[in-house]
């Protein structure tokens, strides 16, 4: 049998009363006097549509309800009511209401989702010319400016910035990325090249000869890039298009993508065409042409087909738009793709 020394035993028992003093019973969740029965979780309204309200008040008299919306405040006295939310934007959004009643007040959060009013417009191609593609280059981004073809390829140990004569698919110029880094989605603005990466959190800035100007960071993946009317609009996977500051790379706005049977996610490269936004949906073969205004999908085009004129060889998915605004062009491609397609877009109910 072991012998314990009493300094041991003094030890053992201060110790187990000091651990005695430190549990401390969870004290019980408060429950709430008032209770939202509508809108209820997750509830789904049109853009315009107005929302009924209606507050339950358990033994306690209301004196007020008050109601944020979209910056928007609104009073009410009565526990139903209706709002309006005129914002033209659709998604997800979080309004504030607030319970006033015998000197007190409870707070609530109800999410409301909006919706598009009507499902997108139907829309198919005619393949208008047919140019060589590299299958090497895993399409991220796709730009064209002064007549020239600019790409971001991705995989690490390969991607790469590349110039191209479009009609010949001959590379002019290159700029390989260090083998760490995977290459995304390409924009350009104000004469400079901005470059994502997948998961490193790194934009790459570079000027017209390739030369490396600057490195933004940001948080999450990075998937595709465009410019907007000054800013940069980046997608990471999700249904949201984030609005960029192109000084600071800090996000100041965000878009939220919805058709009318709820959010569209896995939006992936994208490019602005006659002031509206065509985006790559991650392996679907279809792009949708996005409002930027109200985040609402306007059109889907169906490009199904378009795989079957590169059948044969190792390929991926459609991935690439390029919009050359001086002749009216618009050029799509995919990943690892032998050529590079100028299409026409029009209604599928168009004879």
């Not at 651990?19 to 209820?40: A, F, G, H, N, V």
């Not at 109800?110 to 005619?126: D, G, I, M, S, W």
């Not at 298009?241 to 919805?258: A, C, G, M, W």
């Not at 392996?283 to 044969?312: C, F, H, T, W």
């Given at each position: 049998?072991?012998?314990?020394?009493?300094?041991?035993?003094?030890?053992?028992?201060?110790?187990?009363?000091?651990?005695?003093e430190r549990?401390t019973?969870s004290?019980?969740r408060?429950?709430?006097?008032?209770?939202?029965?509508?809108?209820?979780?997750?509830?789904?309204?049109?853009?315009?549509?107005?929302?009924?309200?209606?507050?339950?008040?358990?033994?306690?008299?209301?004196?007020?309800?008050?109601?944020?919306?979209?910056?928007?405040?609104e009073?009410?006295?009565q526990?139903?009511?209706?709002?309006?939310?005129?914002?033209?934007?659709?998604?997800v959004?979080?309004?504030?209401?607030?319970?006033?009643?015998?000197?007190?007040?409870?707070?609530h959060?109800?999410?409301?989702?909006?919706?598009?009013?009507?499902?997108?417009?139907e829309?198919?191609?005619?393949?208008?010319?047919?140019?060589?593609?590299?299958?090497?280059?895993?399409?991220q981004?796709?730009?064209?400016?002064?007549g020239?073809l600019?790409e971001?390829?991705?995989?690490?140990?390969?991607?790469?910035?590349?110039?191209?004569?479009?009609?010949?698919?001959?590379?002019?110029?290159?700029?390989?990325?260090p083998?760490?880094?995977?290459?995304?989605?390409?924009?350009?603005?104000n004469?400079?090249?901005?470059?994502?990466?997948?998961?490193?959190g790194?934009?790459?800035?570079?000027?017209?000869?390739?030369?490396k100007?600057n490195?933004?960071?940001?948080?999450g993946e990075?998937?595709?890039?465009?410019?907007?009317?000054?800013?940069?609009?980046?997608?990471?996977?999700?249904?949201?298009?984030?609005?960029?500051?192109?000084?600071?790379f800090s996000?100041?706005d965000?878009?939220?993508v919805?058709?009318?049977?709820?959010?569209?996610?896995?939006?992936?490269?994208?490019?602005i065409?006659?002031g509206?936004?065509?985006?790559?949906?991650?392996?679907?073969?279809?792009?949708?042409?996005?409002?930027?205004?109200?985040?609402?999908?306007l059109r889907?085009?169906n490009?199904?087909?378009?795989?079957e004129?590169?059948?044969?060889?190792?390929?991926?998915?459609?991935?690439?738009?390029?919009?050359?605004?001086?002749?009216?062009?618009?050029?799509?491609?995919?990943k690892?793709?032998p050529?590079l397609?100028?299409?026409?877009?029009?209604?599928?109910?168009?004879?």
């Amino acid at each position: 049998m072991s012998k314990f020394s009493p300094l041991f035993i003094l030890l053992v028992i201060f110790g187990c009363g000091d651990q005695k003093e430190r549990t401390t019973p969870s004290s019980p969740r408060i429950k709430k006097e008032t209770k939202i029965i509508s809108p209820q979780k997750g509830q789904k309204f049109k853009l315009g549509e107005t929302i009924s309200f209606e507050i339950q008040a358990e033994n306690v008299k209301v004196d007020s309800v008050s109601i944020e919306m979209n910056d928007k405040s609104e009073t009410h006295k009565q526990l139903t009511f209706e709002a309006a939310y005129d914002s033209p934007r659709v998604g997800v959004f979080r309004t504030k209401v607030t319970v006033f009643f015998n000197g007190k007040k409870e707070t609530h959060y109800p999410k409301v989702t909006f919706l598009p009013t009507e499902a997108p417009q139907e829309y198919t191609y005619e393949i208008i010319n047919t140019y060589s593609h590299d299958t090497n280059d895993y399409t991220q981004g796709l730009l064209i400016d002064n007549g020239f073809l600019f790409e971001s390829s991705g995989r690490k140990g390969r991607s790469t910035l590349e110039k191209k004569n479009i009609k010949t698919g001959e590379t002019l110029a290159q700029f390989n990325l260090p083998n760490e880094f995977f290459g995304e989605g390409l924009a350009l603005l104000n004469d400079q090249f901005y470059q994502l990466t997948y998961t490193s959190g790194a934009c790459f800035v570079y000027n017209k000869a390739f030369e490396k100007e600057n490195t933004f960071s940001y948080e999450g993946e990075g998937w595709g890039l465009c410019t907007y009317e000054g800013k940069l609009l980046m997608t990471n996977g999700s249904e949201k298009i984030l609005v960029r500051n192109p000084e600071t790379f800090s996000v100041v706005d965000e878009l939220q993508v919805y058709d009318t049977n709820g959010k569209v996610t896995y939006l992936n490269e994208l490019e602005i065409i006659d002031g509206l936004i065509y985006v790559n949906v991650y392996q679907k073969n279809y792009i949708l042409v996005v409002d930027p205004n109200s985040g609402a999908v306007l059109r889907k085009i169906n490009l199904e087909g378009l795989l079957e004129e590169v059948k044969g060889g190792k390929i991926d998915v459609l991935n690439g738009i390029a919009y050359d605004p001086e002749n009216d062009k618009t050029f799509v491609t995919g990943k690892l793709w032998p050529k590079l397609f100028e299409l026409k877009f029009k209604p599928k109910n168009e004879s």
